[in-house]
């Protein structure tokens, strides 16, 4: 209030803080930050989520409501992921993944298309320039989909920022663009037939050398087999999936890795998802976690 204060006086220059307003803003800031790390040790205590995935709904909305330029909400927005990834490396959430822009997305209007795509290279730049984050959180940036589908350099920015951040054993943020999960299950079917089929060429050219049949190569495809070629491979399903704006559908996200995922559909647009409503989502899955684990188990048992 009192930087508000200040902005509308003629008399005082906004970029000058009086000390005593300086102070103020200090001492709150540290208030602030004391309370968020005893709610972090109170949650703590039940059993916290290892992966929180984001479906970002809502910038369009958040900008329209406002009367702000379009583009405007999804910069917003990206603050709000940056927010909410340095909320979760504080709780200790290892694995965050969000649905940054799906292969459907490109049916819409081809000028909204084109600066989304200037967006994405301008804050992936953004990241690689400015390592602040990244490097306070030793973050690991993975982007799942189909790249060849981004315009050029996006795609080249996007698998520089990887590279980059390739070695970093810290949070693991999984960017999903451009992405559904029927395009990555297809992929992961075409790889495993590509594998299959290659092991098949080097058995027979073994046997056309002489050598014995290896009877270890077999046609069929195990969910195991999947599993190695998702572009999560490696990476434990998603404990709690967040779907702003209050909508319910998956919207072809994950669907492969969601089976026992607590599914959440909170009512703030995504630029407006704040630390409150992710502390409110870990409580109501920390609820329903007896309930998830019931099902895993008897998942289990039925293997």
Not at 156 to 166: D, F, G, R
Not at 193 to 200: I, K, P, Q, V
Not at 274 to 297: C, M, T
């Amino acid at each position: 209030m009192a930087g508000s204060l200040i902005a509308r006086s003629p008399e005082v220059d906004p970029k000058i803080e009086k000390p005593d307003d300086m102070v103020t803003g200090g001492v709150l800031a540290s208030f602030q930050n004391f309370l968020r790390k005893c709610l972090i040790a109170v949650i703590s205590y039940g059993p916290m989520p290892k992966h929180i995935a984001f479906i970002m709904d809502g910038n369009r909305r958040y900008a329209k409501f406002r009367s702000i330029q379009q583009g405007a909400g999804h910069r917003v927005g990206f603050s709000a992921l940056i927010a909410n990834l340095l909320y979760c490396y504080e709780m200790g959430v290892r694995y965050i993944t969000v649905y940054a822009f799906s292969i459907d997305n490109f049916k819409r209007d081809p000028s909204e298309v084109q600066s989304l795509m200037q967006l994405m290279e301008e804050k992936i730049n953004e990241l690689l320039d400015n390592r602040s984050v990244i490097n306070k959180i030793n973050c690991k940036i993975n982007f799942w989909g189909n790249l060849d589908l981004l315009a050029e350099p996006v795609r080249l920015a996007a698998q520089k920022l990887m590279a980059s951040t390739a070695g970093n054993t810290g949070v693991v943020l999984s960017v999903c663009m451009p992405y559904n999960s029927t395009s990555e299950i297809v992929n992961a079917v075409n790889e495993v037939c590509t594998e299959r089929r290659d092991m098949l060429q080097r058995e027979h050219a073994s046997v056309s050398n002489g050598q014995a049949a290896n009877n270890s190569v077999h046609s069929d495809i195990s969910v195991a087999d999947l599993d190695r070629h998702m572009y999560s491979a490696g990476c434990p399903d998603p404990d709690i999936v967040i779907r702003t704006s209050g909508e319910t559908r998956l919207s072809n996200f994950l669907l492969w890795q969601t089976t026992f995922s607590h599914l959440q559909n909170p009512d703030p647009l995504w630029p407006e998802f704040s630390f409150r409503h992710l502390v409110w989502a870990i409580l109501k899955y920390q609820r329903a976690y007896p309930y998830l684990e019931q099902n895993r188990n008897v998942a289990k048992k039925q293997l």
